[in-house]
């Protein structure tokens, strides 16, 4: 089946299965390898990407479900002014050690930030509530979406 959706921001169109995993076909197709699969089940969050601006993920998306939307992965985003206020803030704050999880925080805490600029501790955690570290902590997390949304005052 021929699919066409918006790839951070360029249209694209593959000839695929569509019950094949979003995730599969980003990392086998298109070489995005920033979405990693962790459990395969949409309970650790570090495939999350962007579909319409929420934070979704993806090893549990069939891509016959996302024709004619917008994806946008961890390589789109990295280019934005947005990203680099998120990931100076990730490491100031200590929110990264192993790196295999920080690609789904960014992309939550994006979509976050994007619907709430101003986030309280509540709202962060519940924001990146399906995204799981074994490394860094939860609290380094929050305090960099905090910091974040200070920095960041107008952009999102």
Request: charged share 25%; proline share 4%; hydrophobic share 40%.
């Amino acid at each position: 089946m021929k699919i066409d959706f918006i790839l951070n921001k360029k249209p694209v169109h593959i000839d695929t299965d569509p019950l094949r995993r979003l995730l599969d076909v980003l990392r086998e197709d298109f070489y995005l390898t920033g979405v990693k699969e962790g459990c395969g089940e949409g309970e650790c969050g570090a495939c999350t990407v962007l579909i319409g601006g929420e934070a979704v993920c993806s090893c549990i998306v069939p891509v016959g479900t996302v024709a004619n939307e917008k994806i946008l992965t961890i390589e789109g985003f990295r280019s934005t002014a947005r990203y680099r206020i998120l990931e100076k803030c990730f490491i100031d704050a200590g929110a990264v050690q192993c790196g295999f999880c920080t690609p789904g925080f960014i992309m939550a805490a994006e979509s976050l930030l994007s619907e709430n600029p101003r986030p309280d501790e509540t709202e962060i955690r519940q924001g990146i509530a399906g995204n799981l570290c074994r490394c860094t902590g939860y609290s380094m997390v929050v305090d960099a979406i905090q910091k974040a949304s200070v920095q960041g005052k107008g952009l999102w």
